[in-house]
């Protein structure tokens, strides 16, 4: 069997990384499987464990990282994000392949690791456009809120680095521009 390929899908908070993905899982033809990444966050009101993300403490946490456990890890507002190594590689030896849905100081750490990853950097149409988004959330304080965007500008900042930049204007349009670029990178 051959093996899986890895894709980053990276950009700001807020800019539908997670939208533009679960249209992207409706695909079959793409032999799509999620990392779940590992967090010491709260979940929110909808996500479930393991679906949406791998719930821990601090302490399991940074163990984890002591353990050279993680692909990647970073902290941000407050909380520690993270892939965990031996998950990703049991998909990718599936021959899955494998969509890590992260913020960008964890797809740099991916991207020096792992060059041949397919990486994607997502954009909104604009900061506006982005803090409409933010804000429609309702699950943070103003200050949260001012900190992803001062984070996300300077995330934009990077795109460059990615192989692709896809802008998030539209959720379906996104969603193709994406398979259309995962379809071009398979064997």
């Known amino acids: 069997m051959k093996r899986g390929m890895l894709i980053i899908l990276s950009g700001p908070s807020g800019v539908g990384k997670g939208t533009v993905r679960e249209e992207l899982f409706k695909d079959e033809s793409l032999n799509l499987a999620y990392s779940i990444s590992m967090t010491t966050r709260k979940p929110r009101p909808a ?20 353990d050279g456990g993680l692909i990647e890890w970073a902290k941000f507002v407050g909380n520690y994000y993270g892939t965990p190594k031996d998950y990703v590689e049991e998909l990718l030896d599936e021959g899955k392949n494998v969509v890590l849905e992260i913020e960008v100081q964890g797809a740099l750490q991916v991207m020096k690791k792992c060059p041949d990853a397919l990486t994607i950097f997502l954009v909104p149409p604009s900061m506006e456009e982005l803090e409409r988004r933010i804000r429609g959330r309702r699950t943070e304080s103003e200050d949260i809120v001012m900190e992803r965007l001062n984070k996300a500008r300077k995330e934009i900042a990077t795109k460059d680095q990615y192989k692709y930049v896809v802008e998030n204007d539209d959720i379906m349009a996104a969603k193709e521009k994406i398979a259309k670029i995962i379809k071009e990178h398979k064997a």
């Open 47 to 66: 996500e479930k464990e393991g679906v949406d993300y791998f719930f821990v403490d601090e302490k399991t946490f940074t163990q984890k990282i002591a």
